[in-house]
């Protein structure tokens, strides 16, 4: 979205909503009446088997296709995605990281066909399209786990991606450098603007050191550079971040690179505020939380966001409707077309109460970039894991003011009383459900795409894709020749598998411990794990476990925390399991109990597996425990597939969950519970 001049009112930001589920069909059907609400630009999302490089049939996929976005497996979904839709006119947002450079290939050659069928030049469509593609592998590593390979080859993936648009499709913003997880993952303002800028500048020495963009074209790479940020509730404190950000990103670009235009050096970037912070318990609450985020980062003129999109009441509950995300984009559309908002200056020029705060920010920003460039940058500092192990911290640090009441959560913590909720009347259909079927229908469907195309051009082009990957070569246009030739999302990604190998980032759970408030009610809990492992004559081990494809690992990793500091043994290897390896690892350490965290709606299919392979193995006693974003519904028909335990949103108190699993394994090992 262009800038203004300094004098005219200011234009409404982008306005978008994160969307897609089932399949292509039934998001672009979506997409198109969105479109017709007055939504000005898309905001794709990928189901994780695509974010993860899987096809719909792949073993890991398995319950995970079609929950959390749309499955896109070949160019005729892509097809189909975008039916109807001019990518020219468009202006779409995709959330995609590992396979980014896979995604945009397959949208690039859509608009391709489209400029073909409408008789117009090729390069003049490319040259209009505008959107981003998120594209930050960093905070994969750090937060949301849709990583495919080392740090190394994704560094060249991203590098090569922004080479090529730079080049070829001038509009769009190749990356879209993401610090929004950061925060999810507990990152503070300071440690959020510090480590999104340090994740920019590994993105820009990468591009100036492969020697394919000339030095004087690196101003039109710093200019297609964007950021995705979050947007919390504290949003006097937000909106002073984002005024740090964009000061600090105007400094490093002007003093690291050399960028002379001050346009080129804007910070550009879109918000979705926080999602993570909204809460089961009252969740009509959320509303106002998400008006008020929405203020941090349009209040602001000088540091207005240029793109919003904004999630819905009942994101905590589930997979919101389209009714409720009609509610969120006229949320947009209020602040945006009824108040005087953009007509005015920026509002806080000359406050020395905001200057104060935007200059504490940016002194700890630089002190923490320092520290990061001192450890040999982003890439090095995921590798040795003191990024992840300063985010779990600052997480547990912020759950422990929760759990202590320091910080309020209304309706949670604090006035928890409540009169029943008419939004939520009408039970399971207050949020919507993706088809089992859609499962087996992508599956079909990938299956009969594999039979109809061109298998001899497929491989032609997955040897040239493995050709180029073993030598410097920028990977863009092999990939171009491969979404052509109606290669699939997980024949790139295995090919490319095959050259770099896959990566498993550090999980950072040993930074963190408890200590001052709630230190008490841990050593109780303590007390009590120690006096039931003395009963057995062992110390109580505990496996956590995350199965499919979700990466959201903050819950999973608090726990494992938390079990840590009551006392038990804990057994964590990250994320991304397939049941087999959950049920295989339980059985060889001799756990007493089992917890999985499943965030993606995947629960149903998962989690049951796991306690029939315990079942198989003869460990039917070791009891499952299940959190996660889990509709009562499922949590019951859960209860009766054997789980032991389902928790939820509202169970905040780790601690007095850490009791209630020394209960559970009391329970199954025939001990009478405290």
Known sequence: MPYPA?????????????????????????????????????????????????????????????????????????????????????????????????????????????????????????????????????????????????????????????????????????????????????????????????????????VRDSGQVAAEDMARVVARISFFVNAGVRFVEEMCKMRAFAALWEEITRDRYGVTDPKARRLRYGVQVNSLGLTEAQPENNVQRIVLEMLAVSLSRDARARAIQLPAWN?????????????????????????????????????????????????????????????????????????????VASLAEYRRGVESGDRVLVGVNRFETTEPSPLQAEGVDAIETVDPVAEKQAVAAVERWRERRDNAAVERALAELRAAAGTTANLFEATLTCAAAGVTTGEWAGALRETFGEYRAPTGVAAASISGEGAAEVERVRAMVEATGAELGEKLRMLVGKPGLDGHSNGAEQVAVRARDTGFEVIYQGI????????????????????????????????????DGLRTAGAADIPVIVGGIIPADDARSLLDRGIARVFTPKDYELTDIMAEIVNVVRESQGLPVA
């Open 315 to 391: 994101e905590a509950l589930g997979l919101p409707r389209p009714w409720d995300q009609q509610w969120a984009l006229r949320m947009q559309q209020v602040l945006a077309y009824e108040t005087d908002l953009l007509e005015y200056e920026d509002l806080f020029d000359g406050s020395r109460v905001v200057e104060a705060k935007v200059g504490e920010i940016m002194a700890g920003a630089r002190t923490e970039i320092d520290q990061v460039l001192e450890l040999g940058g982003a890439v090095a500092a995921v590798e040795s894991g003191y990024m992840k192990s300063q985010l």
């Open 576 to 611: 991304r399991l397939t049941p087999e390896q959950i049920v295989a690892a339980a059985v060889q350490e001799g756990v007493h109990v089992v917890g999985l965290s499943v965030l993606s709606g995947s629960h149903l299919e998962v989690v049951p597996e796991v306690v």
């Open 6 to 206: 300094d004098r005219e009112r200011d234009r409404p930001w982008v306005m978008r909503t994160y969307a897609g589920h089932s399949s292509a069909a039934a998001s672009n059907e979506l997409y198109r009446r969105n479109l017709a609400k007055g939504q000005t630009g898309l905001s794709v999302a990928f189901d994780l088997p695509t974010q993860t490089g899987y096809d719909p049939d792949h073993k890991l996929a398995k319950g995970e296709v079609g929950k959390v976005g749309v499955p896109i497996s070949h160019i005729g979904d892509m097809r189909q995605l975008f039916e109807g839709i001019p990518l020219a006119e468009a202006n779409t947002s995709m959330t995609i990281n590992a396979p980014a450079m896979w995604l945009l290939a397959l949208y690039v050659t859509v608009a391709r066909e489209q400029a073909e069928a409408d008789g117009r030049d090729v390069d003049e469509v490319l040259a209009q399209l505008t959107g981003t593609t998120q594209n930050d592998i960093i905070k994969e590593y750090l937060s949301r786990g849709t990583y495919i390979f080392p740090p190394g080859p994704s560094l060249r993936l991203i590098s090569d991606m922004i080479a090529w648009t730079v080049h070829h499709v001038p509009k769009w913003n190749p990356i879209n450098i993401c610090s929004y997880h950061l925060q999810e993952a507990g990152a503070t303002p300071t440690q959020e603007v510090a480590y999104a800028l340090c994740t920019a500048i590994a993105v820009l020495d990468a």
